[in-house]
């Protein structure tokens, strides 16, 4: 539900309803999700997650498999509940950690805060210097609008 929530804040403030993966799955592109790779330092055996990778427009729900297992749990939690796994806890916590990071970058979690012990970037996108905004102490940001 969190990573769904951070899916329609952005949408929203673009001018985009954002009430489906139909919707959320147009975040991907822009914000490049599928080229972040999280490493857990406290669990150095686990492999490294990449939450967005094979999310497809075509299947939207579908083809990430721990949102696939929310999704069907939350709409049947009865028949379907053997379908959560802690693997997609993970890969779900995993997604929240690449939105902060795809909506604030590396400085928008300040570097001693607690969620940086827990999270390391394994990968992300390089962005050119026309793709974010520059900071400086009398910065007055403004978000631009993006033309979904």
């Not at 329609?8 to 009430?19: A, D, F, S, T, Y």
């Not at 749990?73 to 379907?80: F, N, Q, T």
Request: proline residues 9%; positive net charge; hydrophobic residues 40%.
């Amino acid at each position: 539900t969190e990573v769904e929530t951070h899916w329609k804040g952005i949408l929203r403030e673009n001018g985009v309803p954002g009430q489906s993966t139909i919707d959320y799955v147009k975040l991907l592109g822009p914000m490049r999700l599928d080229q972040y790779a999280i490493s857990l330092p406290f669990y150095p055996w686990l492999p490294i997650f990449r939450p967005f990778r094979g999310w497809s427009i075509q299947r939207p729900s579908q083809s990430l498999q721990w949102y696939d297992a929310y999704n069907a749990i939350k709409h049947d939690r009865e028949s379907l509940f053997s379908r959560g796994k802690l693997v997609h806890a993970v890969q779900a916590v995993c997604a929240c950690y690449v939105m902060i990071m795809a909506q604030f970058g590396r400085h928008g979690v300040r570097p001693r805060q607690e969620i940086n012990h827990f999270f390391n970037l394994a990968e992300s996108p390089r962005w050119g210097i026309v793709d974010v905004y520059a900071i400086t102490p009398n910065t007055v940001l403004r978000p631009v609008p993006y033309p979904f």
